[in-house]
């Protein structure tokens, strides 16, 4: 059975992702204010945006001879200056490679081979790493710059390089080129295996963002957002960097997301719109700081990157009264389901199918599947990646002959069009005949009071996974068999007998997540079974 979106489709601009965002269709005069340092106040306008975005392209070309189809990398936390040099690169014809904040030299030296980067651009903190990690992928000191004002070592920040008075026409595209051409490369999070590079096309870009103003119909330009993500990730990189421009809002950046900066923003610059990830929110929860401030001018808050459970969204709002809507989306397509927030959103649902989607859920032998069903979940629309880089084999794959792309998660929809995440396919621990999502297991760890934090993977024996935790525990208890024991049993009255932790409870000081906050189940998984082999 194949599943479509509630809404109408919709027309995609069949133009270059540069031409799409300054288009403005809401009108946005130039002296509005787009982008502002949470920390600093240092902001851009509108028209300062577009001018300083050629004058980057330009001096991409001038100095560095950047051409066409040329591959920038941006090693950086979130900056205010971080759009120029996004889009800049984008009007200069190139393709803009986003690295995590937290890579090591090694990480960040196999992207840059990856991916083909020949220039650098990375915040002071990061120059050490980028330095080393350059050095491997063969790119010399002069195409490493940086942002801020200052020199360090030799190197030099990229306003006092490249930005001069000329400015630049942007690159043009067809509608052919622009659906072919490759505007970023965005890396998965490696919680399931080597990273890939994600090959986002200018059309998949545009098509996303025509998908998001018609079911984020709440923002204008009246609205004040900010996002707790990292701009290397899709989800604030298209959310921030890119709808900004398209919506007509002005966008809070910061470059710090503790609980301090992140209320202090809120309530100094009474933002409205804020994107968020669980791990934020929960961080909200168990810290008393937060309710120290004033964050009453939310009106909502979209939290991505894993579902994040009831019980938190619960304590949230009995905290500070501001609703949160949960969306559900993956590098490979940008969102894939939205909430409609002119009606009542279903408890514990991810979302609805965007426009010019249609989705699919299939058993593991490959049967289409109906409503309230869970299974394997492939989607497909205009805003699906075009493939994965240097890796032919993996894109082939992730698609099926009718073009449909394999998400990896299981999920189920109902008759409403509702979808519920249930958990990563490859996570799913398998007990004989039946399926555990570690995540429904996680959530009753998290209501012991002992508990501060807990992941569940499924250590195999004989072709059987046995449902096993990792839990770190608040201050004030101590690591006992006695307390294992009785968070075992805590979590087996609660649950059916194939769902009870028969591989048993360990401690863990900390449990290893991605800067997204997604737990590295992989990483548990080996662990569990290095300590059972030994």
Known sequence: MIFKSKFPDIE????????????????????????????TGRSYTFGEFIHETKKFAAGLQDKLGFKCGDVLTIFSPNQ????????????????????????????????????????????????????????????????ILLFGDKEINGYKPYCSVL??????????????????????????????????????????????????????????????????????????????????????????????????????????????????????????????????????????????????????????????????YQCYGLSEACAVLLPDTTKNVVQGSAGILIPNMKAKILSDDGCELGYNQPGG????????????????????ASFDKDGFFYTEDVASVDEQGNYFIVDRRNEIIRCHEAYVSPSELESILLTHEAVSDAAVVGYEKEAVEFPTAYVTIKNGYKQSQTLAEEIQSFVDEKVESYKKLSGGVFFIDRIPKNSMGKTQRLLLRKKLNNEKMN
């Open 80 to 143: 205010v200056d971080y759009p120029i040099v996004a889009l800049g690169t984008i009007a200069a014809g190139g393709k803009v490679a986003t690295a995590n904040l937290y890579f090591e030299a090694a990480d960040l030296s196999l992207q840059l081979i990856d991916s083909g980067a020949s220039v650098l651009i990375v915040h002071p903190d990061n120059l050490e790493v980028a330095i080393e990690a350059s050095i491997k992928a063969k790119i010399p000191a002069s195409m």
């Open 377 to 396: 979940l492939w989607i497909q629309g205009p805003n699906i990646f075009k493939g994965y880089i240097n890796n032919k084999e993996a894109t082939i």
């Open 163 to 324: 930005i001069n008075d000329r400015e630049i026409e942007p690159i043009y595209y067809t509608p052919e080129e622009a659906k072919s051409t490759t505007a970023y490369l965005i890396y998965t999070s490696g919680t399931t295996g080597k990273p890939k590079g994600i090959e986002i096309t200018h059309t998949n870009l545009v098509a996303w963002l025509a998908q998001l103003t018609i079911t984020e119909c709440k923002l204008g330009s009246n609205s004040i957002t900010t996002s707790v993500a990292q701009f290397c990730h899709c989800y604030a990189l298209i959310y921030i960097v890119h709808a900004t421009l398209i919506l007509g809002t002005t966008t809070i950046v910061l470059s710090n997301h503790s609980v301090e900066t992140i209320c202090e923003s809120i309530q100094k610059f009474k933002v409205n719109y804020v994107y968020t990830s669980p791990a934020t929110i929960i961080q909200l929860v168990n810290d008393p700081l937060a309710q120290q401030y004033d964050l009453s001018s939310v009106d909502m808050i979209l939290s991505a990157g894993f579902m994040l459970d009831n019980k938190w969204e619960r304590k949230f709002y009995e905290m500070f009264k501001i609703p949160i």
């Open 12 to 39: 995609i601009p069949q133009v270059g992702i540069y031409q799409y965002v300054t288009s403005n269709p809401k009108k946005i005069p130039d002296d509005k204010v787009t982008y502002v340092d949470g920390i």
